[in-house]
């Protein structure tokens, strides 16, 4: 089964920038979408498609896609970032398959 | 903007079975791939199946497909889900969340989550 890797945590200052990455084997033949939960919530929706953003997501949220590693950038990182994050692709052998999700930490 | 508003948390005992709904907004149902995934506690989210828009043919995960059961309700835009055998490992947060015909394989909107507890 295809399998997703992430960091369990991040630590950021405020202001300061965070990179979460995702790493798969060749996953940067897939598309790579990115969601935020926040404790009590459902996952919320930041980046589809390696690099898009849904409406109303801040312009901070960016992403990329290469070789093994997906990454998912917040810059100028808010107290209200601060949540887990975990990617997700859909792959034809595992159906859809989620990251192992990390904490991030302002 | 889609909707969906899940029924409450549910005590089950183990060998029992539990049922949860997933009531959609009017035209979700034309619009949108409806999945249910699962998050254990402190863990990850796991797949468990999807109902295509307009009914036609579920398709579950592998590892469920023995004793998990998805059905819609076109006439009340609900869809429901049943987990059968229940066991310990089966305690989790049930979600229902809606992919779009054009995006299908992301999630673009999530329920609130159903907290399923397996105890004797």
């Known amino acids: 089964s295809y399998v997703l890797t992430q960091p369990p945590s991040v630590s950021v200052a405020p202001g300061k920038t965070a990179r979460i990455t995702c790493g798969g084997n060749?996953?940067?033949?897939?598309?790579v979408h990115w969601y935020q939960q926040k404790p009590g919530q459902a996952p919320e929706l930041v980046v589809y498609n390696d690099r898009d953003r849904p409406s109303g997501i801040p312009e901070r949220f960016s992403g990329s896609n290469s070789g093994n590693t997906a990454t998912l950038t917040i810059s100028r990182v808010e107290a209200g970032d601060e949540a887990d994050y975990y990617c997700?692709?859909?792959?034809?052998?595992?159906?859809?398959?989620f990251g192992t999700g990390t904490k991030v930490t302002v | 903007q889609v909707h969906l508003e899940q029924s409450g948390p549910e005590v089950r005992k183990p060998g029992a079975s539990v049922k949860v709904s997933c009531k959609a907004s009017e035209d979700t149902f034309t619009r949108f791939f409806l999945h249910w995934i699962r998050q254990a506690p402190g863990q990850g989210f796991e797949w468990m199946g999807m109902?295509?828009?307009?009914?036609?043919?579920?398709a579950y995960a592998q590892r469920f497909q023995d004793r998990f059961t998805m059905t819609r309700d076109a006439s009340s835009s609900t869809v429901y889900m049943e987990l059968t055998t229940l066991r310990s490992e089966d305690v989790a947060v049930y979600y229902c969340a809606a992919a779009g015909v054009a995006t299908v394989r992301y999630f673009d909107f999530w329920g609130q989550g159903t907290q399923v507890t397996v105890s004797s």
């Open positions: 060749n996953v940067g033949g897939k598309s």
């Open positions: 109902i295509p828009p307009g009914g036609g043919n579920i």
């Open positions: 997700q692709v859909w792959d034809a052998t595992s159906d859809f398959v």
